[in-house]
Structure formats: C-alpha cells, structure tokens
C-alpha cells in the first residue's frame, strides 16, 4: 500500500489502495536508489527490479555499495558478473566488488609492461596501484562501463543501481564529471596512480556516463528516506547536490511511515509523532519532487515472496492477534559501558557498523556522558555526510569537530608545494601541480587527519563516529597500506601516522564499539565487518543493539511483531558474535541534541574518576 503525491503538505493517515508507483508505469532506462545509509535502498531497488521482472522487462539490478547485502535480500549468491534470479525470470544481479575490480584495474595498466621492464619497476607500478583510491577509481570503472557503454547492457531493458550511502554515492557521481576535467586539464599523462594511458583509454565512457546521468529521458533518480529528520535533511541536501552536477530528473520515497492502530499506546503514539514532525518540517522539500509513501511493515524484506508484498501493498499490517510482549534476555545498558570506557580517563572511542543504524547517536551520547563526568572529549567524524554536532549540541568540555575532505585537501596540497615543490624549477612545479588535482589527494589527506585525529587519544578522550561500513574498510584498508609503506622510510613521516595503527590495534587504547540493529542484514553485515576487524588485528569492544523494540511496552500489532521479530538477532548477537553486548530501547523523543540524549542515560552520571 502506497499513496503517491506530487506535493504532499503532510502524510496522511491512511494510506491509499495498493497500486504501482507512479514511476513504474513509465520508467527511465537507468533507475539510481540513494540516500542516507538504513532507508531501505536495497529492499526498495530490489522490490523494484522485480516488479519490472514480473511486467516480462529484462532487469540488471546493479550494486555500487561496497558493503552489499543484495545477496541476503535477493536469497541468491552473487559476483561481479550478471547472475540470473531463479525464482524472477528476466531478472540478473550483480555486486561491484571494489577489491575484484581493483585487481582487474591493475593487471588492466600493468600486465602489458610485465615482460617489458624489471621485475623492480612493475612492483612499484603495483604499489602505486594498491591503495583505497585505486579501489574507488576500479569500481567507478565498471560503473561507467555498465551506465557509458551501450553494449555491455544491451540485454537488458531496464537498469537499477542500488547505490551505497549517501557520501560514498556523493562521490561516486561526482567522479565522472571529476576525472574528466582531471583527465582534460592532463598534459603529462601521469597522476599518483601511475601513467593515466587506462583512464584516457575511458575517456569516451565517462563522457557518456556523464551525459546519461544528466539526461532525463534515460535516467532517474530516486532518493529514498525515513520520515526522520535528519534522513529528510540528508535526502533534501543529496538533491540539491545531484542537481547541482546535472541529474535533475528525481523523485522521493519516503519509506517506513508508521500509523498507530490505537492513540492510547504510548510507545506507537510517539513513533507516528516523530514522523509526522519529521515531514512537517520538511515540507518544503516535498512539495519539490512527486513523493511516494511506503509504509512500516512487521517483517523484514527477505526473499522474493516478501519483496513482491511490498509493492502490491500484502501484510502491510501485523495480525491483532499478535499481542505477547516477547522476552528479552538480560543485556548491559549504554550507561554501565559508558561507566567502563571512562575508568581509563583518555583514549579512542570508535562507533562502527551498516549505514543507519545509529552510529552518530551513539557517538554523541558517549562523549556527552563523558564530559558530563568532567573529562575532556573531542567528538569528530570521518563520514563524508556527518550530522554529529547536531546530534551533540553544545556542552562544557566537549568539543564537536569533523574531518573536512576538501579542508584537508587543501591543507595537504599547500604543505606539498611549500616543501617538495619548494626547490623545482617552473615546468617541475606545474607538474607537481598537476599530480596533485587528482581526486586520489583526497584520500590521502583525510587519511593523515584521521591519524591526527586518532593520536589526541593520549591526552583526552576522541569519540569517532565513522563512516558507513564500506567507506570505513577503504580506510582501514588504506591505513594498512600506508603503515607498510611508512616501515620502509618513517623517517618521512609524521609521528602520528607512524603510530596511527599500533594505536589502533591496542585494546587499551582503542575501543571498538559495533553498533547494529536488530534486523538480519545489519546483523549480519556487522559480522562481516567484525570478521575484517580481526583480520586487521583490530578486537571490537562491544556491540551495541541499538532502536530496540523489544521490551517497549508497546501493544499496538505491528510494533509487537517487530519485537518479536528482533529476539532471534539479538540472540545471534549475544550467543555467536559479541564478547559484550548492549542494548539501546527505542525511545520515544528522536535522540537529537544533549537533553535528549539524555534519555539513554536515566541516572546522573558518577563524578569522574
């Protein structure tokens, strides 16, 4: 069931009879889903791709999101290759692995010098090809090949990008019309990823990459949210930036929406409350695009039976025979592990895991708990689209900064001219110059001023809200990259940098918080990300079950099924995956700003140690 309205001042009530999405009866050759990380992208493109199966279109459902889970929703093992759906003929699927299109990226620009110079020089070429970067640039390779050339999706009448969050998304559409200026303005021919003979060779793909996303016969843009503030501020800020490169053609789903059943739950009572909040204040931005409303379902969309419901309008209510409250096994509270985390009075605190689960929120109340305690605390972030100083407000002995890609950029750019170009001669420095407008310098910026960033831990408390999975295994990957590279001349550089993954590694140091929520795939994809933790030799702390409806106290049907729907994860999380695990209840005040957060929190905090 969904209503579907050009210029909705406030979602009504009730929904409207069940019907396909307007953007459904005529749909655009490419289809993007973005937004802020836990909307329900994935669940939404593949609900999508399989209507459009069913209608007998040929369908390519594309993942651009290093941390996919199109795998678990879809019930079908996928590669980089298209693989047909059994179970929705006309329907294939594929996940853009960064690390396989990595590899083919480098063998593409080194395998032919194998047999034509030293074995020396092609290991450099390779080094120079092995950090995060090469990896972004590898899949926005294949991405442009699938949208720029015709014929590798000639197969196919429709094709669907199920896109990562919204920063890495951000990027990765700015990448085309970014590499081509890089690309035009390159008179040497070569850049920090070597010689640029594999990106020219492209230049005729990005430009029709560039022209597809623009044009709005053939591609649409759908941005998807939760009707929740900050995830409507997200979705308002993508649209203006994708418009401002050009894709114009957009619309918004905005998914979840819940309606109680009864006005004298409290607990169902404040969630329709904080959605309807949420989409007054975002009023203007709706009346702005056409918006289709998608409501809250009990279940989780798995398996294709459950994704054909969504857009024919089945089970959008849980049977009012659900009414027992489920059980909850006994789990530690954010305050008692607040209380650890500042007996040792400094160190780094990191909040990881899916996009959307809470990791900015949990965050914020930790540093604002510890400051409360009279200990100093720097609350930063790495994510590409923070919102952490909303989230933290204001507060006595806490400081609320960010990592700036383009600050850092600059910073870094500066300091390399004022040293190794300091002594070359004008043809040296231009290129120099050159070599340095190319979108790689930005990752090794933001790299450097997160080992600054990581290293204020001897002093005070740091609390880093990282970004989404995916763009923070690019990080850690690059942080092992760099931490090699720097054994062989640390001499070079600077002492944080040198340190940066020792600290990282050391379990007294740095607390390592997963945050989740009690769903299979953020399950599921936290411990994948905990598996690459250990792999790094990095031990996680904590989890932390974050939104729980269980033990609410909520009568109304359909948040009764989702409790009884989280027992089986949280089990999972405290019988196979965490050493200690904490549980955050859903609360009925959205948890933005220091008094709100207070929530978490229902005794006055200890004096500090």
């Known amino acids: 069931m969904l209503l579907v309205s050009a210029a909705p001042t406030v979602l009504p009530s009730s929904l409207a009879p ?183 060779q492209q230049r005729g793909v990005y430009d029709r990459a560039v022209a597809a996303l623009a044009d709005g016969d053939r591609t649409t843009l759908v941005l998807v949210s939760r009707a929740q503030k900050a995830a409507l501020h ?107 985390l500042a007996r040792a009075g400094h160190g780094v605190i990191m909040t990881m895991g899916k996009g959307g689960v809470g990791k900015t929120t949990v965050a914020a109340a930790i540093a604002i708990e510890i400051a409360r305690r009279g200990l100093p605390v720097h609350l930063s972030t790495t994510d590409p689209a923070a919102h952490v100083a909303a989230a933290a407000g204001e507060i006595e002995g806490l400081v609320v900064g960010r990592i700036d890609p383009q600050a850092e950029t600059k910073a870094y750019v500066d300091q390399v001219m004022a040293t190794a170009g300091r002594n070359l001669d004008a043809n040296g420095r231009a290129m120099l110059e050159e070599d340095l407008r190319s979108p790689c ?31 923070t295994l690019l990080l850690l990957d690059a942080t092992e990259a760099y931490h090699r590279e720097v054994a062989k001349r640390a001499s070079d550089m600077p002492d944080e940098v040198v340190q940066l993954l020792p600290r990282l590694r050391d379990r007294a140091f740095t607390h390592v918080l997963i945050v989740t929520l009690p769903e299979a795939t953020p399950v599921h994809e936290a411990a994948a990300l905990q598996r690459d933790l250990r792999r790094a030799q990095i031990e996680p702390y904590a989890w932390v079950i974050n939104q729980s409806f269980a033990g609410s106290g909520s009568r109304d049907p359909l948040l009764v099924a989702r409790a009884a729907n989280e027992l089986p994860y949280i089990r999972e999380v405290v019988e196979k995956c965490a050493t200690r695990t904490v549980r955050i209840p859903w609360v009925t005040d959205e948890p933005v700003g220091p008094e709100k957060l207070r929530q978490f929190f229902p005794s006055p905090p200890p004096p500090s140690p």
Not at 50 to 59: F, H, K, P, T, Y
Not at 182 to 197: H, I
Not at 442 to 458: D, K, L, M
């Open 234 to 340: 997200e979705a308002e800020r993508t649209s203006g930036e994708l418009a401002a490169i050009g894709i114009r053609n957009q619309r918004l789903i905005v998914n979840g929406v819940f309606h109680a059943t009864s006005a004298d739950d409290p607990v169902a009572a404040a969630l329709e409350r904080r959605g309807a909040d949420a989409v007054r204040a975002a009023q203007n931005f709706l009346q702005r695009l056409p918006v289709t409303e998608v409501p809250l379902r009990p279940h989780n969309l798995l398996g294709i039976p459950a994704l054909r419901q969504l857009w024919s309008g089945g089970e959008a209510r849980a049977s009012a025979a659900t009414t027992a409250a489920p059980a909850l096994p006994p789990l530690a509270s954010l305050a008692t592990l607040v209380d650890d």
């Open 441 to 471: 310098t930005e990752e090794i910026a933001v790299f450097r001023a997160f080992a600054r960033t990581v290293a204020e831990g001897r002093g005070a408390f740091v609390v880093l809200d990282t970004a989404p999975t995916g763009h």
């Open 18 to 200: 069940a019907a396909l999405a307007d953007f459904l009866t005529a749909p655009t050759r490419f289809l993007f889903f973005t937004g802020k990380g836990g909307v329900g992208k994935t669940s939404l493109a593949c609900a999508t791709a399989v209507a459009l199966s069913d209608r007998g279109r040929q369908v390519l459902l594309v993942s651009t999101d290093p941390a996919s889970n199109l795998d678990e929703v879809l019930g079908t093992p996928l590669g980089n290759q298209p693989t047909p759906i059994p179970a929705v003929p006309g329907l294939a699927a594929l996940n853009i692995d960064p690390e396989g299109a990595a590899r083919a990226y480098r063998e593409k620009l080194v395998g032919p010098y194998r047999d034509k110079l030293p074995a020396a020089v092609v290991r450099g070429m390779e080094e120079q090809l092995s950090g995060a970067c090469t990896m972004e640039i590898a899949a926005f390779d294949e991405f442009s090949r699938l949208l720029g050339q015709p014929e590798a999706t000639a197969a196919f009448d429709h094709v669907i990008f199920d896109t990562a969050p919204t920063g890495h998304t951000l990027r990765l559409m700015k990448l085309p019309t970014a590499w081509k200026g890089f690309l035009d303005a390159s008179t040497t021919g070569n850049s920090c990823l070597g010689p640029l003979a594999g990106l020219a």
